[in-house]
């Protein structure tokens, strides 16, 4: 049994998908799911679930509440009244942004172990099935979304960094390459790529890189990249070794991928 907020929320067992009802519901799912296990008043669920609350707001949530509950009931999850609240009974583990961060976050304690730190960022990435919430309404859906979002990116630079560490460049470059023009602002996220690009001896598409997001920057927001993206591009311009990247193939080539982000960029489409 799975609880699932990285892509469309959907609860389910054994690869059978449990009806939820409408986006409403699903929000109210959501809602709970965010804070699995631990009591959610019924203001903040009202606030999470209803940008403008209707007049009989607290009745239309207990008729979600209710339908939730017919639908898991064959599935282990509970939802129950707590502390003036509702709270969702289920094993964290089992909600996958929860896992997402579990795994994130034992990655980034584990410094000098590049590989270790790429397999658990691996493992991460494969929950990751498109946008956060798709199909959730709302503000609150919403800067969950953005929120969720900046934890993959911080991921994502992570995950290239212990690559680029064991001589993998091939990889980031595949990998980052469809994803850097969907977070434009990410600019750790483009370093990592044009450091992937200089690696393969790609000089050249890396200074065109930078010249695109600087575009980008001054156009829409008028400013110019930070300063240590500045530095990097100096550095390429200049021929400098970077001292993150060793050269491909120097752990022994990059060996199986780790990573379908093939299909999460597919599903986030």
Known sequence: MDVRLLGPVEVTVEDRHVPLGPPQRR???AALAVDANHPVSLGTLIERVWDLPPDRATDSLYAHIARLRQALTATGIGIERRGGGYVLEVDPD????????????????RAGDDLTRAALLAEAMELWRGSPLTGVPGDWAARMRYSIEQQFVGALVTWAQAHLR??????????????????????PL?????????????TAEAVALYARLRGYLAEQLGIEPGPELRALHLTILRGDRDPLTRAAGAAGGAGA????????TGSAR
């Open 27 to 29: 929000a109210v799912l």
């Open 166 to 187: 064991l001589g993998r460049p091939d990889m980031v470059v595949t990998e980052l390459t469809p994803l850097v023009p969907r977070y434009p602002l990410a600019e």
């Open 257 to 264: 991928r780790e990573l379908l982000f093939a299909q999460v």
């Open 94 to 109: 089992r909600v996958d942004a929860y896992r997402f961060r579990r795994l994130a976050k034992q990655a980034q304690t």
């Open 190 to 202: 483009a370093s990592m790529l044009m450091r992937g690009l200089c690696a393969l001896g790609r």
